[in-house]
């Protein structure tokens, strides 16, 4: 199993400050035969289902503001988000479908305003 | 508009059967598969399995198998999720989710969430 693991748990960023949160994985989820990193970003507000973000580790879904942005490739992984908004507040959780049908997520990591 | 719809909120008591549902609209139902995602109080995200709704093919995680039973019902375009004998440990949000074959199969549009609460 492709264990993803976090880091931090939390952050406590100022407003218009940018917040960088890392994910690693235990094995590469970079497929080589096209060159593509199986690896999406999703951030779940307070009693909100979970949100997609960004997949292929870089390409943001539609309607993201374009002060998220994913980066890394292999086994290490980046989120951030320039000039944190007070709607930025949430769950961020980085999930790999390197393995699918079978799926793996982060732990999470929450980000507050500082 | 491109939705999944899930049904309202469980209380239950342990032992007893419950089927949850997710309906889909604004998009071709049976030819994505759906995926159920549990989140329980405080925690993160766990994938339960998949339903192909075209053929009611289905996977289980692991950890879900024998636990619990995904169907489909092309004709009203709704995925299920059933318990034949609930524990208070199910209790949690359970989340439907399209998986988007066009993204490798990230998870694009997720259902508000069903809340299951098991109790004596």
């Known amino acids: 199993d492709i264990v993803m693991t976090q880091s931090p748990d939390s952050l406590a960023v100022s407003l218009g400050e940018r917040a960088t949160i890392s994910c690693k994985s235990s094995q590469s989820v970079l497929y080589n035969s096209n060159n593509k990193n199986y690896l999406a970003w999703y951030q779940q507000k307070p009693g909100q289902p979970p949100k997609l973000l960004i997949y292929w580790a870089s390409t943001r879904e539609s309607g993201v503001p374009d002060r998220f942005s994913g980066s890394g490739s292999g086994t290490d992984f980046t989120l951030t988000i320039t000039s944190l908004q007070a709607e930025d507040v949430a769950v961020y959780y980085c999930?790999?479908?390197?393995?699918?049908?079978?799926?793996?997520f982060g732990q999470g990591t929450k980000v507050e305003i500082k | 508009e491109v939705q999944l719809v899930q049904s309202g909120a469980e209380v239950k008591r342990p032992g007893e059967s419950l089927k949850i549902s997710c309906q889909g609209s604004g998009y071709s139902f049976t030819t994505s598969w759906i995926v159920w995602v549990r989140q329980m109080p405080g925690k993160g995200l766990e994938w339960m399995g998949i339903i192909y709704p075209g053929d009611s093919n289905t996977r289980y995680s692991p950890s879900f198998q024998g636990q619990v039973s995904l169907s489909a019902d092309k004709s009203v375009s709704t995925a299920y999720l059933q318990w034949s004998g609930l524990k208070a440990s199910d209790t949690a949000m359970y989340y439907c989710a399209r998986v988007s074959t066009p993204m490798g199969d990230a998870f694009d549009i997720w259902g508000q969430g069903t809340m299951v609460t098991v109790s004596s």
């Open positions: 999930q790999q479908y390197y393995s699918t049908p079978t799926w793996s």
